[in-house]
């Protein structure tokens, strides 16, 4: 696996360090006045926040349900977006909660412009976005988000959770693979 990545573009101390400066920010933007703590549904979309989401709440000291939602985007090795589509959810009962929607990168913005809106139709007091990655790409900067990680050049990235045909989420830094990668056996 690792013979296969072209370059390191963050490292997992690189991440570790601006995932809990985020933990931080995200726990403090959602203080409530006189309450101990802030209550907040994160709802990662799986399977590509998954880590990035394990790592977030670790460091958020505050009440907190958990809801599920998988959205397929780039199923099997492509490596540009087919369009955004909800396999899936488990959200429980999010009215009246304020909800982080967590994803892996914003890309086309397709996924976020998806799930958002439906969040917020369900009933939730607040619907705030976090991204670890956003791509330096128009598309990327014209949706709102309110959390982003890390500015990358447009590339195909993979690993802390981001995947090529589901395979390198388990990689511990996000990177680029080498060319041949693509499109060959695995
Ligand atoms: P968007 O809907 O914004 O185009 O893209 C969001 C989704 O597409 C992400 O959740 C992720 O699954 C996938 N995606 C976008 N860019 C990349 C990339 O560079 N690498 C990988 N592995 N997935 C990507
Ligand atoms: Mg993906």
Request: glycine residues 10%; proline residues 5%.
């Amino acid at each position: 696996m690792h013979r296969d990545i072209d370059r390191v573009l963050i490292s997992q101390y690189q991440i570790g360090a601006r995932v809990r400066e985020l933990a931080h920010q995200i726990t403090a933007e959602h203080a409530q006045p006189g309450q101990e703590t802030a209550e907040i549904t994160i709802v990662p979309i799986l399977t590509g926040a998954m880590i990035f989401c394990g790592d977030l709440i670790r460091q958020m000291p505050v009440k907190m349900r958990i809801g599920l939602i998988t959205v397929s985007s780039y199923p099997g090795a492509s490596l540009n977006t087919q369009g955004s589509q909800v396999l899936g959810q488990q959200l429980g009962d999010i009215k009246g909660r304020r909800v982080v929607l967590v994803d892996d990168i914003l890309d086309s913005g397709g996924t976020i412009k998806l799930v958002a809106p439906g969040l917020k139709e369900l009933g939730a007091a607040s619907v705030k976005t976090c991204v670890l990655l956003r791509k330096d790409r128009p598309s990327a900067k014209q949706v709102h988000v309110d959390y982003v990680g890390f500015e990358i050049p447009d590339e195909f990235v993979v690993g802390y959770g981001l995947d090529y045909n589901n395979y390198y989420r388990n990689l511990p830094d996000i990177v680029t693979l080498k060319a041949q990668i693509y499109g060959g056996p695995h």
